[in-house]
């Protein structure tokens, strides 16, 4: 998908001017080529250096726990558990920090910075003998409580900065490029440790921490770049976060919030163990589990604009219940065989659904929440998802004690899991409103949005046959754009 350099400055024109009517900002205020290049050219360099910290460092930090330091099963669900439980904790304190600052961009600067140092702490936790668990512990806390605090900042800043017409496109095309690189790295991570590790884990481990280390610092450096609008803190619009969880029942974001951290937890249950499984259980190694994750992968980065597309034209709601009904059977198809190539093909179903999941929540939250609350309402979501995923993972390893009537203890956790995703789903689903938009059913979404769309995607890679294609996704900014100026009654 190439834009041409016509395209590419009719694109940044009418960008730049949209965002300044959103913002109020004069246009004389900055130049053109300035506000493409932060708000548009950065922001995905910034997510490309980020996808590759996460699939050569993040992704392996359960590996190296199980693998290197030979952490049991209770010390690897607190590892998975309570990191990222004060991450979202954090969040309580986000909205004040960044009113003190009067900055977003300041706060998701100084969080990339020392979410990069990181990786020294975490990679050094294998000479600190004796006490390998605690300080692994802290380093990966304070890993994800400086990527998670800074995270309702970053929501509302990109929720300004990006029209809402074009989010579910933007977002959709945008994840795709980072899974592609993430996957990558995942890949290329697994094949060093493969390699190295018979010379030396620990040596293999510490190459790709030292490389996630390098791409935060070259995410921290594109944080620096990107522009950010004027940013005025509403002393009306402030709640506390008891008066939050008061409304929970009474309003579209609150409903969609109960589903999302009663759905936490269920997944949390298994969600820290499917690693253990892998490596112990059927005795992985580190190319096969890079392999298998890759099905995930690929399914994620070939669907995402796929499902950004059918959620334009259905609506978030519509897909969020297709797929919050699917993802429930992932934890028994895993049951079933341990062939790889099998496996394998799980993966791609379970990626391929749960981007679907991930794109229509994510643009739920900005479709059910204003400009001027959402930092502050994103931050006490996280907190209460915090409590789900510490509390669900507590319970899966309770539950471990428990697995012994199966093959793997691990299947207990993969069925009472796999039923409460379901019950889950089933109950909160038909109560989370939305506006409608085109009508489908559940069944007729799914062949669309699968097989008519992976058969639509074959037929394009013919490279003998010119393709008959729809608008581009930058023709359909364009076309966004032209009716946004046409609205703005010829202000731009």
Known sequence: MLLQFGQFRLINKLLTKTILIKV???EEDIGYSKIVKDNVENTVKEGSFNAVKIGVGESYINAFAIKVLNFTNTQ???LTSVPIFFGYLSNIFTSNA???LNSRKKLIVIGALINALCFIPIFLSFFVKGYEFPFLLASVTLYFVSDLFVLPAWISLMGDIIPDRLKSIYFGERNKKTSIISFCCMLLSGIIL?????????YAFGIIFFIAFLAKLGSFYMHTKVYEPNYVSDELEKFSITDFIKKLRYTRFGIFVIYMCVFTFSFRIAAPFFSVYMFRDLGFSYWEFALIMTGNAIATIISMPWWG???EEYG???IMSLTGMLIPFIPFLWMISKNIPYLFVVEIFSGFVWAGFNLSTFNYVFYSTSSEKRARAYSYYNILIGFSIITGTLFGTWLLRFGGIFESSIFIVFIVSSIARLVTSMYFLPKISEPAKKEISGIKLFWQVSFVEARRS???INIFKRRQKGKSFFEKILDEMNEIERSAGGRI
Not at 194 to 202: A, K, L, M, N, T
């Open 309 to 311: 597309k059918y959620i």
């Open 76 to 78: 690897i669900g607190l």
């Open 98 to 100: 960044i009113a003190k």
């Open 458 to 460: 074959l037929h394009n």
């Open 24 to 26: 109020g900002m004069p």
């Open 316 to 318: 978030n709601k519509k």
């Open 194 to 202: 493969q390699q190295v590790s018979g010379i030396s884990q620990i």
